[in-house]
């Protein structure tokens, strides 16, 4: 579960003492962070990957950034000959070539896909890449890149072009938790919630932002600093759950969106839709009931039921999750 602060690590002390707080007691284990921004030392990047690295934090290096006046590919082999084989050495570190390679006029697709091989011959202990692209771009399908990195308005839109993905998928940039004048940056909490489950659900993880301003008029998605949404506390009830999903589960389009591990294992989200019950078709067991209020979030039992046929009443509210796990 990740979290977007861009240029955290330019900040004064205080600030990035906040930030590294703040992170240490979210329910993030990922932090989205350009490399440079044109402004950073690698003695000074290095520090704070390792400050991270204390904490459980992975750092995910935006290595190419159009703030770092980067204009052309030969430009950016130099800053990736640089920067990838100094910090590959620390085992949290994550590569994003670029977070918007649109802004990169002279740099063309192919050339995309030779920096990835590039990062990958300087990188020794492989760790993963991606590049930030429209969920419909062919970039997301070539070789270099270890995952997908996709930027799309709902986890729904981003699977419908990605279902035949061969490789992982992340929903990296989808809209920050905030009040900007900018659409983008200004979704509600409950939106962030819903993004971040029906994703969860549908393997399609959701990165968070926020991008209220404080009092310095910066925001957690640009600086860094501390959390102060709605959303957060919610996810933390999300990362909780998700610790719990068997590996093997795998995702089956209905409805509503839902893991399931047959006979084991079934998680449904039921966003939006404000369903009375809802029954499932199950091998012959008995199953551990539970209603999950990703809002409120409440767990409430139902108590164990008998297959095959599991029905489940829900209060006819939005935002509900049911869980079901096969018990003795």
């Known amino acids: 579960m990740a979290t977007t602060a861009l240029a955290w690590h330019l900040q004064g002390d205080k600030r990035r003492a906040r930030t590294l707080a703040t992170l240490e007691s979210a329910p993030f284990d990922r932090v989205r962070m ?18 991270l690295a204390a904490i459980g934090v992975t750092a995910e290096l935006v290595l190419l950034h159009p703030d770092d006046g980067i204009a052309d590919v030969a430009a950016a082999a130099r ?11 620390h085992p949290n570190v994550w590569w994003s070539l670029s977070s918007d390679p649109a802004r990169f006029p002279g740099v063309s697709e192919h050339d995309w896909v030779r920096l990835a091989d590039l990062v ?32 799309a ?16 998928v992340l929903m990296d940039m ?11 940056l200004s979704l509600t ?35 860094g600093g501390s959390l102060v949404g709605d959303a957060v506390a919610r996810l933390r009830l999300l990362r909780q759950v998700l610790g719990a999903i068997p590996d093997e589960a795998v995702h089956v389009d209905r409805d509503a969106p839902m893991l399931e591990l047959p006979g084991e294992f079934y998680l449904e989200f039921c966003g939006e839709h404000r369903f009375p019950e809802r029954s499932y ?19 409430t039992p139902h108590g164990v039921q008998e297959g095959p046929t599991v029905t489940v009443p829900l209060p006819g509210t939005v935002a509900q999750a049911i869980r079901l796990r096969r018990v003795p």
């Open 34 to 51: 350009a490399a440079l921004a044109g402004r950073c030392t690698l003695d000074s990047l290095e520090e704070r990957v390792a400050e």
């Open 79 to 89: 800053c990736l000959r640089e920067v990838v084989p100094r910090l590959a050495a």
């Open 120 to 151: 990958a011959e300087e990188d020794p202990g492989h760790h993963p890449l991606s590049i930030t692209v429209e969920a419909g771009s062919p970039l997301l399908w070539r070789r270099g890149f270890t995952h997908g990195s996709v930027t």
């Open 153 to 168: 308005r709902s986890p729904r839109d981003a699977w419908v072009q990605t279902r035949d993905h061969h490789k992982p």
């Open 174 to 184: 989808c809209g920050y938790e905030g009040d900007s004048p900018d659409p983008w």
């Open 189 to 223: 909490p409950q939106e962030v919630v819903a993004q971040a489950w029906d994703g969860a659900v549908r393997r399609r993880c959701v990165t968070h932002g926020e991008s209220y301003a404080d009092e310095e008029g910066l925001t957690w998605s640009e600086s």
């Open 281 to 299: 078709d199950v091998p012959p067991g008995r199953y551990e009931v539970e209603v999950i209020d990703t809002w409120e979030m409440t767990v």
